[in-house]
């Protein structure tokens, strides 16, 4: 099973679409500062797209 789950995500954020645009733009920010809104033992992800997700799905990344 995947997580976070596809519902989960979307009740966060309208769409499929800006979900990828939102994501996307988390994993780069990710790879240029390796800044991470939680503690990495936190995360069940090794991956950043992974790691992006959880965030998301936790409400710690939002639209503005």
Aim: aromatic share 4%; no cysteine.
């Amino acid at each position: 099973m995947i997580y976070p789950s596809i519902d989960k995500l979307l009740t966060q954020v309208g769409s499929k679409y800006l979900l990828v645009n939102l994501v996307s733009k988390r994993v780069k920010e990710i790879e240029e500062t390796e800044h991470l809104q939680m503690k990495d033992n936190e995360y069940k992800s090794q991956k950043n797209i992974g790691k992006a997700l959880e965030e998301v799905s936790k409400g710690l990344i939002h639209l503005d």
